[in-house]
C-alpha cells in the first residue's frame, strides 16, 4: 500500500469520526430554547437560629410563602417570598411534630407534606406548623418505606413517594394504604420503570407523574393511568451522567410549574434544567461557586405561581430566587 492510499485512508477515519463526533453532539446534547433566569437575591448561612440553615434540602411555595426543609436542624422554616423570616416548627426526634432530617416538602389544600429520611415516614403539618398526621412506618412492604425521600400529592389526596432505598415510588390513599408501585422494592435497575435511589416525585397539571432517578442521572415520566412515558437525561437516559445541556449529574429534585414545564435539581453540576412537559431540554442556570447565582451543589428548586423560581443552594446554605430573563421586579 503506497503513501497516497495510506493518507487517504487516514484522511477518510478522520473524516468519519468528526462527523459521527459532531452527529453524537447534535443527537444527545440540544441547544437552549430559551434565555437563562436572571438572579435576584439569596438569603441564609449556616447556624440554627432564625433564617439560617444547616443543610437545607427541600423547598415549597404557596400563598406567598416559602417552606424550606432545614434538615440536619429537624425543622421547617417559612419565610416571605423576598426571603424575610417568618416562623419556624420542628425539632429533631421520632415523636408526631417532631423530625428526623426532612427532606422534600409538598403542599396540598393548606396542608405541608414533610418526607422524613430518619424516620421513614411521611409527616403532615398544617401551613402554621401544627402536626396533623403521619402516614407510612419503616419497612419495604407496601405503605412501609426506607428513608422516604421525596412526596407529590394529587387533586384527591393521594400521596406518591419517593422511596429511596427500596428502588421503589409508592402511591398511597391519604390514610396510608396502598394503591401501587413503580419499581421493584430492593433492586436496582437502568431500564424503563426501573430506579436506583429515586429522590423526589412531582406531579404534573395532567396527572403525570414525573420521577427524579436521582443515581440514574435521569427523570421518569408515568401517565396518570400509571404507564411508562418516557425517560431523559444523557444518551437514552440509562446512567450514563455528564455536565452538558439537558444530562445530569444526580437528580435531587423535581418540580413542575402551572405551565407543566418541568425544573430539575442538578446537584453535582451545581445548577437549575428547566425541560419543556415530554423532555425537551429549554434553559439551564447557575454556575459553581459562592458568589451571587452560583450554587455549591444544587439539590432542590420550586417554582411560584409568577414564574419566580426557588432554588435550595444545599453547600452554601442559602436559598436563590431567579426570574425569567426579561421580567421585572424584585
Known amino acids: 500500500m503506497n503513501a497516497k492510499v495510506v493518507l487517504k485512508i487516514a484522511r477518510n477515519l478522520v473524516i468519519v469520526t468528526v462527523m459521527l463526533v459532531v452527529g453524537g453532539w447534535l443527537a444527545f446534547v440540544p441547544s437552549a430554547k430559551e434565555s437563562p433566569y436572571r438572579f435576584v437575591t439569596a438569603w441564609g448561612e449556616k447556624g440554627n437560629g432564625p433564617g439560617q440553615f444547616n443543610d437545607p434540602i427541600g423547598i415549597a411555595v404557596a400563598d406567598g410563602e416559602v417552606f424550606v426543609s432545614d434538615s440536619r436542624n429537624g425543622r421547617i422554616q417559612v419565610f416571605d417570598l423576598d426571603g424575610r423570616f417568618k416562623r419556624a416548627f420542628g425539632t429533631p426526634g421520632e415523636e408526631p411534630g417532631k423530625l428526623g432530617r426532612p427532606m422534600n416538602l409538598a403542599i396540598h389544600r393548606g396542608d405541608l407534606y414533610v418526607a422524613e429520611y430518619f424516620n421513614d415516614r411521611v409527616q403532615v403539618f398544617g401551613l402554621d406548623g401544627t402536626p396533623k398526621r403521619i402516614v407510612g412506618k419503616p419497612g419495604s412492604g407496601p405503605g412501609e418505606f426506607k428513608a422516604a425521600g421525596g412526596v407529590a400529592v394529587a387533586a384527591n389526596g393521594d400521596l406518591f413517594v419517593a422511596d429511596f432505598y427500596n428502588h421503589r415510588v409508592q402511591q398511597l390513599k391519604a390514610d396510608g394504604s396502598f394503591v401501587r408501585q413503580w419499581g421493584t422494592t430492593g433492586k436496582i435497575g437502568v431500564w424503563a420503570g426501573e430506579f436506583n435511589y429515586p429522590t423526589?416525585?412531582?406531579?404534573?397539571?395532567?396527572?403525570?407523574?414525573?420521577?427524579?432517578?436521582?443515581?440514574?442521572?435521569?427523570?421518569?415520566?408515568?401517565?396518570?393511568?400509571?404507564?411508562?412515558?418516557?425517560?431523559?437525561?444523557?444518551?437514552?437516559?440509562?446512567?450514563?451522567?455528564?455536565?452538558?445541556?439537558?444530562?445530569?449529574?444526580?437528580?435531587?429534585?423535581?418540580?413542575?410549574?402551572?405551565?407543566?414545564?418541568?425544573?430539575?435539581?442538578?446537584?453535582?453540576?451545581?445548577?437549575?434544567?428547566?425541560?419543556?412537559?415530554?423532555?425537551?431540554?429549554?434553559?439551564?442556570?447557575?454556575?459553581?461557586?459562592?458568589?451571587?447565582?452560583?450554587?455549591?451543589?444544587?439539590?432542590?428548586?420550586?417554582?411560584?405561581?409568577?414564574?419566580?423560581?426557588?432554588?435550595?443552594?444545599?453547600g452554601n446554605n442559602r436559598i436563590q430566587k431567579w426570574r425569567p430573563a426579561g421580567r421585572v421586579g424584585r
Open 200 to 314: 423526589d416525585v412531582a406531579l404534573a397539571p395532567d396527572g403525570t407523574l414525573y420521577v427524579a432517578d436521582g443515581y440514574n442521572d435521569r427523570i421518569q415520566a408515568f401517565a396518570p393511568e400509571g404507564g411508562f412515558r418516557g425517560k431523559w437525561g444523557g444518551p437514552f437516559a440509562i446512567n450514563i451522567f455528564g455536565p452538558f445541556n439537558g444530562w445530569f449529574a444526580t437528580a435531587t429534585r423535581v418540580a413542575v410549574d402551572k405551565s407543566g414545564n418541568v425544573f430539575v435539581a442538578d446537584f453535582y453540576n451545581q445548577r437549575i434544567q428547566k425541560f419543556n412537559a415530554d423532555g425537551a431540554f429549554l434553559t439551564s442556570f447557575g454556575t459553581p461557586g459562592q458568589g451571587p447565582g452560583n450554587f455549591n451543589y444544587a439539590i432542590a428548586v420550586a417554582a411560584a405561581e409568577d414564574g419566580t423560581v426557588f432554588a435550595v443552594d444545599y
